[in-house]
Structures are given as structure tokens and as C-alpha cells.
């Protein structure tokens, strides 16, 4: 392969490195007053997934990159501009929502509007709590209990049907701190919203973490972007693969059966931020088809297809954690809504992260193990390929 293509993809995946970085310090620095571990954990998919797995999942995808660039090299610009286009297209469209997280608005306005009293609809008894009162009883429950779910209620019902006894039952509204009816619920749920959304909509208001995330989130759509497509041109080229870098399809290999295991942990962490933005805000939709739920088949795939050398057990547990999560996620979303976000989400311990990390790290060096397994044996096939051409056993090309 071209040291042209091992120092481009190093300088790519290295800057891509250091904005997964730097996203989750600015939440960190600024928050670290202020709710931090509630906001960490509520939104792990952006800032607990990318600094840990994320950098995972870049360095088992390096060898593949590299192979890709070395084939693409010709088109390697030009595929780099689709990529940061659909990237840029991509972030866009995820801030272009009236849904806004609590971390986008600045933790003086955050504290400021705390200390006002409970804002009354219409100047009746249907009140909505400040923002971070609300935040804080949901992280609290959520490690009280499994499911969270039921504290879900649909505030788009379908106007041609029959009120049902759910929508009537009063249950605990978290945007309040009363139990309400679903349509009284969601009236505070729609006010909750907006209050946060104005909070972000004022430049004077918003956060700096917000400002900053609107610079960096096109870094991690553009990552997501790159090793999706990475993966799926690498089971198109296979038999190419095959003629042209044998000596470099065990650790290519390798590299993309942790590069997948890491990257199952973002569809469940994204699950589990939308489970909380149901709470909060209510359901967009039964099924709320989220991007991320791509990564599944994805993993499935390269498991399936470069299986054949990697000596261990990996991609059979690729292939069975997928399968259980594709499943479960179709056919019992708010389930495994649940489990994730009791996991790696809001209703997750400190300690759940802890273990991630560690998780990450050993993902990490059985990696690089495999990949200084890999290269050493390259370089035995190397010497012995050079002495057979010393002996005349192998004619000179």
C-alpha cells in the first residue's frame, strides 16, 4: 500500500480524533457546575460514545480506510467532498429540530431559570417546573427503576378513534411533577419544549457547548458517514481485496470485526437519548426511526462476509448481538428503549460508564495485539518471499 494512503487516513482519523474530544470537554468544562453526569449520561450516543468506542471503532478502522484509500485513490478527492457534503447535509438536518436538549442552553440561564416559580398555563392550576428541577427528577427515578416508558404519552392521537382508558388515567408528568391526564400532560410537555427552545433560540442564552457542537457535530456525521460507506465498497471489492492485499486482510479483518462490536453500542445509546426526549417531550411517532438503527445490518454484514480468517469467536457474537437487537428493536422498541437507557442512559450509574470505558480500552489493546500479531507475520512472509527470490526459487517481478 502507498504511504500516500497510511498518512492521509492517519491525518483524517487523527482531526477526527481530536473533535470527539473536544465535544465532549466543552460540555464537560462548562457543565461541571450543573447537572454534568444528568446531561452526560442523557445524551451518551454524543458525548460518553464518540470519546470512548468512537476512537475504537477509528482505530480498528485505520488498516480498512487505508486499503480503501490505496484503492480509491484516483477518486479519493472527489468521494471526499460527497462524504463532507452528506456530512454537513446530515448535521443540518439533526439541528433544524424545535426539540432542544438541555445542554444548549447556558448553565447561568439554566440556574437562572430554576429560581422562578412553576410557570402556569393560561393562569390556571396546570403548571411546568423550571428545566433543571426536571432533569434532576427523571435522573433520579431512572435509577429508581427498569422502565421508563410508561411515562410516555402519545400526544399525537389518531382523531378518528375512540378515546382509550391510557389516555384517561392521570399518571406522574415529569414537565410538571403532578400526575395528569395524557392531553394535560402533553399541554406541559409542548410548554416544557418551547421554554427550552427559547432558551436555545437567544444567542445571549445559549450555550457555548451548543455553539461549539455546531462546528464539530459534522466531524462525527461525516465519521459515521465514512466507515458505513468504508464497509459496505469493502464487501463490494472483496475478491480485489483478495487478489491485491492478502498479506493485509487478517488485520483489515480484524480490525473491522472490533470496529462493528464498537459500533453497536450507538444505535442503543442514541435509543436510549430518544427514550428520554419521549419523556420529556412526547413520542414523534410510534417507531421513531432514528439513523443510527443502520449501523446494525451494517455490522451484520462485514461480520458475515470477512469471518473467514479471524480465528476467534468475535464475529459470531457480532452477528448474535445484532440479530437480538434488530429484532427487539422492531418488535419490542420500548423495551429495549428501556434497557438502554437504564444501561448507557439516563437511568445509567456512574459505574455503567466506568465499565464502558474499560470496555473500550480492552476493545483497544486486543486490537492492537491482533495488529502487531498481524504485521509481524506479514514481515516473516516478506523475509521468506525475498530469501526464495535469493535462491532463485522465486523469479524477480
Not at 71 to 95: K, P, R
Not at 141 to 156: A, G, N, V, Y
Not at 183 to 209: G, H, I, M, Q, Y
Not at 249 to 268: C, H, K, N, T
Amino acid at each position: 500500500m502507498s504511504l500516500f494512503s497510511y498518512r492521509f487516513v492517519a491525518v483524517v482519523f487523527i482531526a477526527l480524533a481530536l473533535t470527539f474530544i473536544a465535544s465532549t470537554a466543552s460540555i464537560v468544562w462548562e457543565f461541571r457546575d450543573t447537572e454534568l453526569i444528568a446531561i452526560l449520561s442523557s445524551n451518551s450516543y454524543l458525548f460518553v460514545f464518540f470519546p470512548t468506542l468512537g476512537l475504537v471503532a477509528l482505530a480498528a478502522f485505520y488498516i480498512p480506510a487505508v486499503i480503501f484509500t490505496d484503492i480509491y485513490v484516483n477518486h479519493v478527492a472527489l468521494g471526499s467532498i460527497v462524504a463532507i457534503g452528506l456530512a454537513i447535509w446530515f448535521a443540518d438536518d439533526l439541528n433544524n429540530t424545535k426539540l432542544r436538549a438541555m445542554w444548549e442552553a447556558s448553565p447561568a440561564a439554566l440556574e437562572a431559570n430554576a429560581q422562578r416559580p412553576r410557570r402556569c398555563l393560561d393562569g390556571g392550576d396546570l403548571c411546568v417546573k423550571p428545566i433543571l428541577p426536571v432533569i434532576a427528577d427523571l435522573r433520579e427515578k431512572s435509577l429508581e427503576r427498569i422502565r421508563i416508558s410508561p411515562f410516555i404519552r402519545d400526544c399525537t392521537p389518531d382523531p378518528l378513534m375512540e378515546g382509550t382508558a391510557e389516555r384517561a388515567a392521570e399518571r406522574y408528568c415529569f414537565p410538571s411533577g403532578t400526575k395528569l391526564d395524557a392531553n394535560r400532560c402533553c399541554r406541559v410537555k409542548r410548554a416544557f419544549a418551547e421554554e427550552v427552545l427559547t432558551l436555545w433560540a437567544n444567542p445571549a442564552t445559549r450555550s457555548r457547548a451548543a455553539e461549539i457542537d455546531r462546528y464539530l457535530l459534522p466531524f462525527k456525521a461525516f465519521f459515521i458517514i465514512v466507515i458505513v460507506l468504508i464497509g459496505f465498497l469493502l464487501i463490494a471489492w472483496k475478491r480485489t481485496l483478495r487478489e491485491h492485499y492478502g498479506k493485509n486482510l487478517i488485520a483489515m479483518e480484524r480490525g473491522l470485526q472490533i470496529g462493528a462490536a464498537a459500533m453497536l453500542f450507538w444505535p442503543v445509546m442514541d435509543y436510549a437519548y430518544q427514550q428520554t426526549s419521549d419523556v420529556l417531550y412526547g413520542p414523534a411517532s410510534k417507531f421513531p426511526f432514528r439513523l443510527s438503527l443502520v449501523v446494525v445490518p451494517w455490522a451484520l454484514l462485514l461480520t458475515a462476509y470477512f469471518a473467514d480468517k479471524v480465528r476467534i469467536e468475535l464475529a459470531r457474537i457480532v452477528q448474535l448481538v445484532g440479530g437480538v437487537v434488530s429484532a427487539v428493536a422492531v418488535l419490542r422498541y420500548q423495551d429495549i428503549s428501556d434497557w438502554s437507557s437504564k444501561l448507557v442512559g439516563l437511568g445509567a450509574s456512574e459505574l455503567n460508564f466506568v465499565v464502558l470505558g474499560l470496555l473500550g480500552v480492552s476493545m483497544l489493546v486486543i486490537l492492537l495485539r491482533w495488529l502487531r500479531k498481524s504485521l509481524a507475520g506479514q514481515e516473516e512472509a516478506l523475509e521468506a518471499e525475498a530469501e526464495m527470490r535469493d535462491d532463485g526459487t522465486l523469479p524477480l517481478t
